[in-house]
């Protein structure tokens, strides 16, 4: 099993290595080193779609874009565990983000707050949430797992940090939780 690798964004000298199909130091690949290179390709692209889905599915204000946002990352039948909730598909997802947007403030946003790891197929991302440009509010972390470049599965959790986010954060679980009844 390989080391995890992290924050592979802006880290181009391994993959302008790849795509010139030599080394990192010139020297031509080995079939093991382009086995190895191609790991840290796959590696930079579901890092760089678990960026994509904080930033166009969980900070997208618009349903309509953010579905197609969705469409694009997910795989028709990923399931989001969210808030005590788990929902499944497309439409569920983005009604479930929905949800949680419109109970939080209108101007906080998701920001990324440490290098993205994946290993195995499976990411990590510690997000922030708060109000744009500044200091979070609360923390969390996305936890993916992958199956052919797309999240089947995303497990969300979340640490509250005020007095202010805890009171969002229970009305969005008790919405979700009551949309969740309604559904059954």
């Known amino acids: ?12 000298r391994e993959i302008a290595a790849v795509q ?26 579901l890092s760089r779609i678990m960026e994509e889905n904080l930033d166009q599915v969980w900070n997208e204000k618009d349903p309509a874009a953010r579905l197609k946002a969705i469409k694009k990352i997910y795989s028709e039948s990923a399931i989001l565990h969210h808030v005590e909730d788990q929902v499944t598909g497309f439409d569920a997802i983005n009604e479930s983000v929905s949800t949680t947007q ?4 209108s101007n906080f946003v998701f920001t990324k ?16 949430v708060g109000p744009a440009g500044q200091q979070p509010v609360a923390t969390g972390m996305d936890i993916v797992q992958f199956h052919d470049g797309k999240i089947v599965a995303l497990f969300n959790s979340m640490i509250a940090r005020s007095r202010h986010f805890t009171c969002c954060w229970t009305a969005v679980r008790n919405k979700i939780a009551l949309d969740s009844h309604r559904r059954h």
């Open 20 to 45: 010139r199909h030599a080394g990192p130091n010139g020297m031509p690949l080995t079939s093991n080193s382009f086995n190895i290179q191609h790991l840290l390709i796959m590696r930079y692209e």
């Open 113 to 128: 707050q440490s290098p993205v790891i994946i290993n195995s197929g499976i990411g990590r991302l510690v997000w922030g």
């Open 102 to 105: 419109k109970v939080l403030p």
């Open 1 to 12: 099993m390989g080391a995890a690798v992290t924050g592979y964004t802006g880290a181009g």
